[in-house]
């Protein structure tokens, strides 16, 4: 019985500030023992009891919200629909805007210089990057208008308002288009929706399949920044440094654009993958068998296209890295024989730390199921 009672605190504070987990813990189990004792007016306690002072207590979900601290928004509710009501608008315009100069582009080019392929992979690209573009810098902008004074002052506005209202009609517009296709009414998708049931707790998981949020979100902060740099500013990376003759910041790209390209096509997939695991960990509170296996295969993934990608010389931008180096009068043969060890080292470790990931996420999931 007190089984339910310890994963229904565990389902609670999962979602708390890990500072917080301890004191919150202690403070509801109290809550929850007191409440049991008034209820059982001293007689034994049953499981049924027990769950049914679980469900009065409500969705663990809810009961951890009621113990965060002030809520912080990077958008807040007030600008929410606004932001999506222009994300939209914006998204369908630079689609439209891109397709058209794509149409108008094939037709007026020779036909001869590139294949279909090309195009359609070119625009895919092109509209990859235009939408991470896009997003960052909408979001940046609301971002600025929640923080600041002039912001909130804007957001409570008549304009913003006026603005949200067009929004939620033209949102109002596409449902009513989309209802006769769906088939599907209001109040059949409510009753779609499922109540939540203390006998629906999952056990406790074990230490070894406990999820850190905070490694999770650091993951997605990651991936996300890897996927704007490698997507819109591949030629970006590279070496900086001051050249005192010119007085200026001299950049020598690391790679050949054109050629990094169609490896960072694959590693896009890696990436997002690895984003939809972490969302999913995160929901789930867990590790589980699908998702040790999903972690195995982006790594073996992310380690054969690395290990592809270093095995193209073409990669690097080895012309304008020896340009540059001969330029300013440095030894290449050094510099070389250092690049091709520094390199090794790295397969090294990245074949390594794969390695022991593999092993470790192959040795729980197999553990699991034994269990």
């Known amino acids: 019985m007190m089984t339910w009672m310890d994963r229904y605190l565990y389902a609670v504070t999962r979602r708390l500030p890990k500072s917080m987990r301890e004191d919150i813990e202690r403070e509801l189990r109290s809550n929850l023992m007191d409440a049991l ?19 009065e207590f409500g969705d663990p979900e809810k009961v951890a919200s009621e113990y965060m601290p002030e809520k912080r928004y990077l958008i807040g509710p007030e600008l929410i629909d606004l932001y999506w009501m222009i994300l939209k608008i914006v998204g369908i315009a630079v689609g439209i805007g891109l397709t058209i100069a794509l149409v108008v582009s094939a037709l007026q080019g020779d036909p001869t210089q590139k294949g279909l392929i090309e ?43 006026e603005l949200r209202q067009a929004g939620r009609e033209i949102e109002e517009a596409f449902k009513e288009t989309e209802a006769p296709r769906t088939g599907k009414s209001k109040h059949a998708k409510e009753k779609q929706t499922k109540t939540w049931s203390a006998d629906q707790l999952p056990v ?87 998702e040790r ?15 592809a990608l270093i095995q193209n010389p073409a990669v690097f931008n080895t012309e304008g890295i020896k340009t540059a180096l001969i330029q300013y009068g440095i030894d290449l043969s050094s510099l070389a024989k250092l690049g091709i060890l520094n390199l090794k080292i790295l ?20 553990k699991s199921k034994v269990v």
């Open 37 to 55: 004792e008034e209820r059982l007016e001293g007689r034994d306690a049953t499981e049924q009891d027990v769950l049914d002072l679980l469900n």
């Open 119 to 161: 195009i359609i992979i070119g625009y895919f690209g092109t509209l990859w990057s235009a939408a991470i573009s896009l997003v960052g810098t909408i979001t940046i902008i609301f971002a600025v208008i929640q923080y600041t004074t002039a912001g909130q002052e804007f957001s409570h506005s008549k304009a913003a308002e």
């Open 204 to 290: 406790v998981p074990a230490s070894t399949d406990r999820v850190s949020i905070s490694d999770s979100v650091v993951s997605l902060v990651f991936i996300g920044l890897a996927l704007l740099v490698f997507n819109v500013y591949p030629d970006k990376i590279g070496a900086y440094f001051f050249d005192d003759a010119v007085a200026k910041w001299v950049a020598i790209p690391l790679f050949n654009v054109a050629i990094l390209s169609a490896y960072v096509m694959f590693y896009n997939f890696v990436w997002v993958l690895e984003a939809l695991l972490h969302v999913r960990l995160i929901q789930k509170g867990r590790w589980g068998f699908a």
């Open 293 to 307: 296996m999903v972690k195995i295969l982006v790594s073996l993934l992310g380690l054969g296209i690395f290990i």
């Open 347 to 366: 397969m090294v470790i990245i074949i390594l730390g794969t390695a022991v990931e593999v092993i470790k996420q192959a040795y729980y999931a197999v």
